[in-house]
């Protein structure tokens, strides 16, 4: 476990000393607008669970109706492309499974996300930018 202390900038670990912060966003398939209502908590609350569990620190999260962006912290042991994969299955499964009427007026077949995701790190000179960014979606 990292732990961030207080006035610190840096994580730091026994043997490591680190700042890894990611701007992940997620598309829904065909841009359908299905992220709005019980669905958009349903996939946000998701997030931030899984994120929790992970030792992921959510800084910002917003979107649309047909994407949703994420701006987190993690360990340098956590791959982008793990979280994602975990973060998209995860939502996917759970809103189809507990907002089925919802979904389906979107997608006919088990979609819920577009294949791919985007993902890019943040520095300390970017970190306030992209996060104003997100907070305006």
Known sequence: MFVKKEGEQYYKSRHSCFLLQYHMVFVTKYR???????????????IRATCESRNCHILEMNGEPDHIHLLYEAGPELAPQELANVLKTKTARFARRDYPDEVKKHYWKPYFWKDGYFVITASENSLDTVRRYIQNQ
Do not use: A, I, Q, R
């Open 32 to 46: 359908n607008p299905v992220l709005t209502g019980d669905v958009k908590d349903s996939v946000y609350s998701t």
